[in-house]
């Protein structure tokens, strides 16, 4: 972290810990007690440079160390940050995970995790842990697959053309079953069926040990109706209680707003979850049909959050980080940095032709870069641009070598973990909206890029993926698809 924004946050660090989440956590119910077993609380160090702009900056505090907010948060579905090891989880500075409760329930189970001394110790990463509730899950292996979509649309359709989500034609079987009760999932290990409701989410993440929770709900499909997705999130907010009353008194718990597209329900949940005693709030659920809904979505839930934590389950693009920053996000998890990477989509910078037309991304794998000696980023300081070409990585992706997973991984999270910090730095220092303007501004997207990129690096177009990325399988925009290859 640069200057001015480390600044703030060390004047702070020995400001009264009980910060602005636990006071506005005791006003919902007088709720006094507890902030202090769960050593967790968020403090906003600056907030809103302008008119429009809800864009803060935070510390989030936690029984393993703190985050520095905005941040984006690497999924370690499995309890691994796919492909990578805790040094370079350390080298890349990420300050937390998020893992995955379903997943972890089923392989190696959660109460062998416990009995090695819980998931801090069992994946050697000591920094805050987040896991999720095995809700989205509930989506993902049921509706996610039947219809199969994402959480926003079935993909992201053209804006400009217009569309409307549409199920894919590629349908696969629903491996859920949704009651009252709780959720059964049938294992795609197994084949055997399994259950969870609020009180068994509750327990397995209490056995992981992680040091924020999400209450269990159910995350619906952006192809579900009014009535569906009402019954749904009526459903969430009575697990939200369950969750509330079983959830081990040591963590911090996340209530999950759901409402799908409608405002009217959104409004509703945002108002239900908000009057429960949580320590954060998580925005989940689809988040419409394309990228413009999920802004409109947020902005229609945002304004009416205190000062608790917000997190925005699952999503993590470059341009959906200054969004949801801008909007008053405090923290995202998504699988995409390191999905992408393994498919061979790796990011860059505007200085390298980087934009929202090219997704800020190159296809590694293209035969335009069998013979380009450049690194993939000429501007990226991680360690893969500092040493190997895009040749080499073509070749290591040709020839199915292992250590390109790793390489490519290092490379996309570390884009995404630097362009965070500067986010950090420009909210700091009061130049957020400068900074977007210079990522996703009007003039920026291909023409501007295209002439910092020529004059800098005298290369001509076949820097750029005018194609987009081009990811393998019919589902290429996928942001949360089968979490099974997160
Ligand atoms: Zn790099």
Redo the contacts with the bound molecule.
């Keep these: 972290m640069t200057s001015r924004a480390s600044e703030i946050m060390e004047k702070t660090h020995l400001e009264d810990p009980l910060a602005d989440s636990n006071k506005a956590r005791e006003s919902v119910d007088g709720i006094k007690d507890g902030a202090e077993a769960r050593g967790f609380s968020f403090q906003v160090l600056k907030e809103g440079e302008s008119k429009g702009i809800r864009a803060r900056l935070g510390i989030l505090r936690t029984r393993h160390g703190i985050v520095e907010t905005p941040c984006f948060v690497p999924v370690a579905t499995l309890a691994s940050v796919r492909s990578l090891d805790y040094s370079d989880l350390a080298s890349l500075g990420i300050q937390s995970v998020l893992a995955n409760t379903y997943h972890l329930h089923l392989r190696p189970g959660d109460e062998l995790i416990r009995k090695l001394g819980g998931l801090h110790k069992f994946m050697a990463f000591d920094g805050p842990i987040f896991t999720d509730s095995g809700g989205f899950q509930a989506f993902s292996l049921g509706f996610g697959r039947e219809h199969n979509v994402s959480k926003i649309g079935g993909v992201f359709p053209d804006p400009d053309k217009g569309s409307s989500v549409k199920a894919h034609p590629l349908r696969r079987d629903n491996l859920t079953k949704i009651t009252e009760e709780g959720v059964y999932f049938k294992s795609l290990q197994d084949g055997e069926w399994h259950f969870l409701n609020p009180e068994t989410s509750m327990r397995i993440q209490s056995n992981l040990g992680s040091d924020a929770i999400m209450a269990f709900d159910e995350c619906t499909s952006p192809l579900s109706d009014y009535d569906y997705t009402k019954e749904a999130m009526e459903r969430t907010h009575r697990w939200a209680q369950q969750s509330l009353k079983f959830h081990d008194p040591k963590q911090a718990i996340y209530g999950i707003i759901q409402g799908g597209w409608f405002e009217d329900l959104r409004a509703e949940s945002t108002e239900f979850t908000s009057s429960q005693p949580f320590d954060g709030i998580a925005i989940g659920g689809s988040l419409g049909e394309n990228k413009q809904d999920m802004h409109k979505i947020l902005d229609w839930v945002i304004p009416k959050l205190d000062s608790r934590p917000r997190h925005l389950l699952g999503i993590g693009d470059a341009d959906d980080l200054f969004e949801g920053v801008e909007r008053g996000i405090d923290t995202f998890d998504c699988v995409s940095p390191t999905r992408i990477a393994r498919r061979g989509s790796l990011y860059i910078t505007p200085l390298a032709g980087g934009c929202q037309k090219n997704k800020f991304r190159i296809d590694v794998k293209a035969l335009r870069f069998k013979e380009d000696p450049r690194?993939?980023?000429p501007y990226?300081s991680?360690p893969?641009?500092q040493r190997y070409s895009r040749a080499y990585l073509w070749h290591l992706y040709h020839a199915k070598e292992l250590s390109y997973f790793r390489l490519a991984s290092i490379?996309n999270l570390?884009f995404m973990l630097r362009l965070m910090e500067s986010i950090r730095e420009s909210i700091a220092q009061g130049t957020f909206r400068e900074l977007k303007e210079q990522w996703l501004g009007k003039a920026l997207p291909g023409e501007r890029s295209k002439e910092v990129s020529r004059e800098k690096l005298g290369c001509d177009e076949s820097i750029y993926d005018e194609s987009g990325c081009n990811e393998s399988g019919s589902n290429g925009d996928r942001v949360c698809g089968d979490d099974l290859d997160a």
């Design positions: 690194p993939i980023d990226c991680c893969t641009c490379h570390h």
